[in-house]
């Protein structure tokens, strides 16, 4: 069987981010398609502002990144949002809800389980630090690490087992209202939602909030998270046929708490 395709959205780089690119330029951190390939997966980038349609794709991975531009969760604006891409929130809020109505395999990591939760219909913390209770999540300097709680029997508890001891996190933003379909399945210990599932048990689907990619090279359970997601894509790519478990494009609860 061929190896499953991954499809990874890029995030735009500014002009002058990389010496001698003056136009700017499109990339993904590497940590994750080293985290793919490790697992046995092809990966295919989708460029924001590519008029042509997304490939068709085994799984769909939705990286981290800037802020998702809190009018697309009907939020009020904030001076800590920074980073927001409207280009990038089109695609990949695009592509999530495509993966969702088509039942597609999916890992969401960071900006990408918020992305996920608001093309869902739910609502985002726009900065952490306004929250009470809640212990630091980002810190520019020092990248703080923490235990997430799985919830037993879950797609994530059954990966990476039900206390994840050292997740790097570097967020200020987080989930609050969760959206339609999806259920909570890991919590910090200051009782921030750090893992969401779709619903129903049909097809594989994890969101996380922390970055599993930053530690997945040295840390074995971090690493199966990714394991985990290439195993249902070649299962999804065995019953669909290889790159071609993705949708093809058509014409046209409480984030807190356990």
């Known amino acids: 069987m061929a190896a499953p395709l991954v499809a990874v959205p890029a995030a735009r780089l500014a002009p002058g981010r990389i010496v001698g690119w003056t136009p700017g330029g499109v990339a993904v951190p590497t940590p994750y398609i080293e985290a793919l390939w490790r697992a046995g997966a092809r990966v295919v980038l989708i460029v924001p502002g590519d008029p042509g349609p997304p490939p068709p794709w085994d799984g769909l991975l939705l990286a981290g990144g800037g802020d998702v531009d809190p009018a697309r969760y009907r939020g009020t604006g904030h001076p800590r949002v920074s980073g927001v891409d409207g280009d990038r929130d089109e695609l990949e809020l695009g592509l999530a809800r495509r993966a969702l109505d088509g039942g597609s ?63 790097p996190s570097q ?3 987080g989930l609050d209202r969760l959206g339609q379909g999806l259920v909570a399945t890991g919590w910090a210990d200051d009782g921030l939602v750090e893992a969401v599932e779709v619903a129903g048990g049909g097809a594989w689907a994890v969101g996380v909030q922390w970055h599993p990619e930053r530690a997945a090279a040295a840390d074995p359970v971090q690493q199966a998270l990714f394991d985990a997601f290439v195993a249902a894509a070649a299962r999804a790519a065995g019953t669909a046929g290889a790159g071609t478990a993705g949708p093809r494009p058509a014409g046209g609860g409480s984030g807190r708490g356990a």
């Open 105 to 167: 395999t999916l890992l969401a990591i960071c900006r990408g389980v918020q992305v996920l939760n608001v093309a869902a219909g739910g609502t985002l913390h726009p900065h952490l630090p306004d929250v009470e209770g809640l212990a630091t999540h980002a810190d520019a300097e020092l990248e703080p690490s923490h235990a997430v709680r799985a919830r037993p029997g879950s797609l994530l508890a059954t990966a990476c087992g039900t206390r994840l001891a050292s997740c």
């Open 171 to 173: 967020h200020h933003q």
